[in-house]
């Protein structure tokens, strides 16, 4: 098992980095659970060295968001780390991130507006800006991401592919609790009862599943039977329930039918207690 080494400073995460081969990065805002850890050991299966970043980044909270409460531990996080075989940990201050003076974002168009763009307003300019900087200093030949975020994920390769990257972005399917419940550093946040109230996210992209695969092509059917599950929920309170072409994010409309041959994102964010959780399945022509 390789020493882990933490770092703080971009320079320092430069020089570290000069030192490895191919490099799989894992960035994260810490916190960590199996999810972040499944990440860490597809990285390590597939090049040299793993390094995860570990910040909570301020530009993609909304003022009114959980950044000062957000969960943080990083002692715990390190030992995970450590045990999972991780080489290099850059832990940067939001100073080595953003620098005195710091004046560049980075807006993606298009797949960045709806859903969770539209929701949280900047929320995608500030990840996107992060993970550029994350992407310029550590030079990683892989940078591996969740499924759960899937339209973040939409966001990054479109931003990977116009920018020039050279890191190939690897998205990797959610992973999730025995009940169904998408694995989140907010469901810490949860009581029993929200907890038990939160498989409503899961159960209705379920059922979305079955009636895709019983042949219904209706978007206006596919969303109103996950929205009447989540809606059954006194403690769910919905933000959306999608059903949108998966490529560009774009809802597909009532009186339209689902390609097919396309199949859609079907994504949905909804408030139980004081998270908003997302959550979200594809609809694949295979499925």
Request: aromatic share 6%; hydrophobic share 45%; net charge negative.
């Amino acid at each position: 098992m390789p020493d882990l080494r933490v770092v703080v400073q971009r320079e320092e995460m430069r020089s570290a980095r000069a030192a490895l081969g191919e490099v799989g990065l894992v960035p994260t805002m810490g916190y960590l659970h199996e999810g972040h850890l499944s990440l860490v050991r597809r990285a390590r299966a597939e090049n040299d060295a793993v390094v995860v970043s570990i910040f909570v980044n301020p530009t993609q909270f909304g003022p009114t968001e959980d950044l000062a409460a957000y969960p943080r531990d990083l002692d715990r996080d390190l030992a995970l780390l450590r045990e999972a075989g991780v080489d290099l940990v850059w832990t940067p201050r939001v100073q080595d991130v953003y620098p005195p003076g710091f004046a560049t974002s980075v807006d993606v168009e298009g797949v960045a507006a709806p859903l969770e763009g539209a929701r949280r307003p900047g929320h995608f300019r500030g990840v996107a800006t992060v993970v550029s900087i994350l992407l310029a200093v550590t030079t990683p030949t892989r940078a591996y991401f969740g499924q759960k975020d899937a339209q973040q994920a939409a966001v990054l390769r479109r931003m990977a592919a116009d920018l020039g990257f050279g890191a190939q972005v690897i998205v990797a399917p959610t992973v999730r609790e025995p009940d169904g419940l998408a694995l989140s550093s907010r469901n810490v946040y949860l009581s029993g009862s929200e907890r038990a109230a939160a498989r409503c996210l899961s159960q209705a992209l379920r059922a979305v599943e079955e009636a895709w695969a019983a042949g219904e092509r209706d978007p206006a059917r596919l969303r109103g039977t996950g929205a009447a599950i989540i809606g059954a929920e006194p403690l769910a309170h919905p933000a959306y329930f999608s059903v949108a072409d998966p490529d560009t994010l774009v809802e597909i409309a009532d009186g339209a039918l689902v390609d097919a041959t396309r199949g859609a994102l079907v994504s949905t964010a909804v408030r139980v207690g004081a998270p908003t959780l997302i959550d979200n399945t594809v609809l694949s022509p295979r499925s």
